[in-house]
Nanobody, 120 residues
Framework: QVQLVESGGGLVQAGGSLRLSCAASGRIFSSYGMGWFRQAPGKEREFVARINWNGDTTYYRDSVKGRFTISRDNTKRTVYLQMNSLKPEDTAVYYC?????????????WGKGTLVTVSS
């Protein structure tokens, strides 16, 4: 069983930055694809970014390209989401997810989420 715990959310003004972290338990974290998703109030959960098992392949939704960066440190069993130039429409609960699919196309495990609020 893999447990994922997000941290780093909070309140930030538009144009600001936040870095989310996701700490994972489990000895086989380094073989998992990982990703970040978000859910805004009244909306469905949506994909934000994913990263493959060794960190050399990433993919983003169009609206965050050039502003968000996903990365991972397998020695620390942690995945990060650096968010720059934040916009009010980025306000959401952000969820970390991981799965046995090495490229992050299928997620088997989910964290409980961390709230990001961007004020205008």
């Amino acid at each position: 069983q893999v447990q994922l715990v997000e941290s780093g959310g909070g309140l930030v003004q538009a144009g600001g930055s936040l870095r989310l972290s996701c700490a994972a338990s489990g000895r086989i974290f380094s073989s998992y694809g990982m990703g970040w998703f978000r859910q805004a109030p009244g909306k469905e959960r949506e994909f934000v970014a994913r990263i493959n098992w060794n960190g050399d392949t990433t993919y983003y939704r169009d609206s965050v390209k050039g502003r968000f960066t996903i990365s991972r440190d397998n020695t620390k069993r942690t995945v990060y989401l650096q968010m720059n130039s934040l916009k009010p429409e980025d306000t959401a609960v952000y969820y970390c997810a991981g799965g046995r699919d090495r490229y992050g196309y299928v997620m088997d495990y989910w964290g409980k989420g961390t709230l990001v609020t961007v004020s205008s």
